[in-house]
């Protein structure tokens, strides 16, 4: 899969995701681009992911909700709008533009239709982004910024996650949610765990 910032800055990401920021959502899309980054980076070196494609993680990261400034109910699908005609993206070849949409705007329940139009190995890429996305997502639900990564660790098929915070409760029924595709994909467990 081709590098996004071959054809774009991260600049213009960020330029864009504060184009759309609501209620100072950005601030959340950041923290969800480092856990997902950290996450990504744990399961690159355990061999879990071929290929780099982590610019495309982020970059989805960074934008996974910048659809709430059309509207918070059903965000994701605003998301994926503004993504595919979003001025800043021009540059970006056509397949990668809507593959990162289609990881953005996957990040919550339902997966994008348009993945099924990818050959398998794209697919299967796309979803492990997808699974990742969400993961990361879900560590910090509550949007309240109060959470924080004290370390990552995969050990025996299962993917430990020690965080910090408030309500961390709440993040971690969010995470058993989330955390399907995940362990679907992967055939790893994901574990959250208060230290």
């Known amino acids: ?33 480092n856990f997902a980054v950290r996450i990504y980076d744990v399961m690159n070196k355990n061999s879990y992911l071929r290929g780099t494609f982590g610019s495309l993680l982020s970059c989805s990261a960074i934008l996974h909700d910048v659809g709430c400034f059309i509207n918070k109910t059903n965000h994701q699908r605003h998301t994926k709008y503004i993504i595919l005609q979003e001025e800043n993206f021009k540059n970006v070849p056509w397949e990668l533009r809507h593959c990162l949409s289609i990881v953005a705007g996957s990040h919550r329940k339902d997966l994008d239709c348009d993945i099924g139009l ?12 997808i699974a990742i996305l969400r993961v990361s997502d879900a560590l910090d639900h509550t949007h309240k910024l109060n959470t924080s990564i004290e370390n990552i660790d995969l050990k025996e098929k299962c993917l430990y996650i020690d965080m910090r915070g408030n309500n961390l409760e709440k993040i971690f029924l969010k995470l058993n949610d989330k955390s399907n595709l995940f362990e679907k994909i992967f055939s790893v467990k994901v574990r959250a765990r208060e230290v």
Do not use: F, P, Q, S
């Open 1 to 33: 899969m081709l590098n996004i910032y071959d054809y774009m800055k991260i600049g213009d990401v960020l330029k864009t995701a504060e184009k759309y920021n609501v209620k100072n959502i950005m601030e959340h899309e950041i923290k969800v681009e």
């Open 118 to 129: 990818y050959e398998e190995a794209k697919k299967r890429k796309l979803l492990e982004l």
